[in-house]
């Protein structure tokens, strides 16, 4: 890890305050750099125009007892990868040969939108119970580095 790995984790964590999860320990940021530039950022949150656990003042996922790492279809928020993947899409901006940086390991359904989009490498400084994601990136070919 260098300088700007530094950083860029350090911004990551910053965007992470941003997140509308009710959860506090799974509020999740990232950033995508490319060139050492920021291209695009995101959060993990609830979808435009739609009401977020945090405004509901509960979590769907604790309410229906479903565990970590599970049915992440269950959930109001956009996860912080997706979102920052979503964002270069409207704004038109390519994400070939990016890094993305990222409060927590991705789950398999983010890895699979990080591979297709361009991205080649991928450093997250908290784990996440999805050995499958790690699979995938490495099958891919994708760099993942867990950030000391």
Not at 51 to 75: D, F, N, P, V, Y
Not at 76 to 86: L, M, R, W
């Amino acid at each position: 890890m260098d300088k700007w790995d530094v950083r860029f984790m350090e911004m990551t964590r910053l965007v992470s305050t941003w997140s509308s999860c009710y959860k506090t320990n799974r509020q999740v940021g990232a950033v995508v750099v490319r060139d050492k530039r920021i291209l695009t950022t995101g959060y993990n949150g609830a979808p435009a125009g739609v009401e977020s656990c945090k405004e509901r003042g509960e979590c769907l996922r604790e309410k229906l007892g479903i565990a970590s790492g599970t049915r992440q279809e269950m959930c109001y928020a956009v996860h912080a990868e997706q979102n920052a993947i979503i964002q270069a899409a409207k704004l038109g901006i390519t994400l070939e040969g990016a890094t993305l940086y990222c409060t927590h390991q991705p789950c398999s359904m983010c890895s699979r939108m990080i591979i297709n989009s361009g991205i080649v490498r991928v450093v997250y400084e908290q784990g996440y119970p999805d050995e499958f994601s790690l699979r995938l990136f490495k099958e891919a070919g994708i760099q993942i580095e867990k950030f000391n």
